[in-house]
């Protein structure tokens, strides 16, 4: 592991090697109506934008001509072979989450946690184990192809992605751009939002506890 982390430490600094989950969820039926289908062309597009995202902070490191270097392992285990949940995600307010996340890690063997966060770095860390990454963490996406406007349902904290910050996970819409997709990654190493709203300039967290 990297100076000084330990097993929760699972995205602390963005740089180095780092493990990226890929988690694609649709319903099974058996409590929502499934209206969402993953065909293998939208396996393949939502894969092709995680990868332009990743690409897009290795390519903005570069820009600042350092030393260091960002690299990324892409895991497309539960990708490739999408995660069914009684719940149809894009149906649901963003705040279902826990649902769907909550089954996934279940069925993982990691029910006994505390919580879902402890589960989720319970899994980022045993991804970063297996892959040999410094550092770790998941991306959650719903399958929004035949939705309406590709937004939650109202009635959750948000409309379209979302993130927890600092080794956790990030869900999105699978009908959301690439600059979505890079976007909410930012979060998982601590950035804040810059837009108008989204935060405070005088805000700080982070590895250097840095100003927004």
Do not use: C
């Amino acid at each position: 592991m990297p100076y000084g982390a330990d097993f929760n430490d699972t995205s602390e600094f963005f740089i180095g090697l780092i493990a990226v989950g890929v988690v694609l969820v649709e319903s099974d039926g058996t409590i929502d109506p499934e209206t969402q289908n993953w065909t293998p062309e939208e396996i393949d597009e939502v894969l092709a934008k995680v990868s332009d995202g990743v690409q897009w902070w290795s390519d903005a490191l570069d820009t600042l001509e350092t030393v260091h270097s960002i690299e990324f392992v892409i895991d497309d285990t539960y990708a490739v072979d999408p995660v069914e949940t009684p719940y149809e995600p894009i149906d649901r307010p963003s705040s279902a989450f826990n649902r769907y996340v909550g089954d996934f890690l279940t069925s993982l063997g990691y029910g006994d946690a505390n919580s879902i966060e402890d589960a989720v770095r319970q899994f980022n860390n045993a991804q970063r184990t297996r892959l040999g990454t410094d550092w770790s963490f998941t991306i959650f996406v719903v399958d929004s192809s035949d939705d309406p406007n590709g937004l939650f349902a109202p009635g959750g904290s948000f409309s379209a992605a979302f993130a927890f910050a600092g080794g956790l996970f990030y869900i999105t819409p699978s009908s959301r751009p690439v600059s979505t997709y890079a976007h909410e990654m930012g979060h998982l190493f601590w950035a804040r939002d810059e837009y108008s709203g989204g935060g405070s300039w005088t805000d700080h967290r982070g590895y250097y506890n840095t100003q927004n």
